[in-house]
Nanobody, 123 residues
Framework: VQLQASGGGLVQAGGSLRLSCAAS????????MAWFRQAPGKEREFVAA????????NYADSVKGRFTISRDNAKNTVYLQMNSLKPEDTAVYYC?????????????????WGQGTQVTVSS
């Protein structure tokens, strides 16, 4: 599967952004989809993941209540709605995909990655 992330940009603290990740292929619903982020000088960290059916989701504690992951299997697209953004949310955001039903929160569990989209939150 090939992934193409978009929707990043510059936003003030407290603002919102919606990231999108479009996937190729005809079996999109077979993939658990996730978002990770990586800030300069830091390791890549888990943000959120959603099961193939969209029925289950998992979030990092740092984004719970502010970010929402969703997917549209008819459009082969996963979204990350980010509200109440903070300067510490600044990072390159990556979408990732893995075959399977279990939601994994480590980047090593995802063999497929998009190219990343920059999110910058100013204070």
């Amino acid at each position: 599967v090939q992934l193409q992330a978009s929707g990043g940009g510059l936003v003030q603290a407290g603002g919102s952004l919606r990231l999108s990740c479009a996937a190729s292929g005809r079996t999109f619903s077979s993939y658990t989809m996730a978002w990770f982020r990586q800030a300069p000088g830091k390791e890549r960290e888990f943000v959120a993941a959603i099961s193939g059916s969209g029925g289950s989701a998992n979030y990092a504690d740092s984004v719970k209540g502010r970010f929402t992951i969703s997917r549209d299997n008819a459009k082969n697209t996963v979204y990350l709605q980010m509200n109440s953004l903070k300067p510490e949310d600044t990072a390159v955001y990556y979408c990732a995909a893995a075959i399977g039903l279990v939601i994994v929160t480590t980047h090593r569990g995802y063999p497929y990655w998009g190219q990343g989209t920059q999110v910058t939150v100013s204070s």
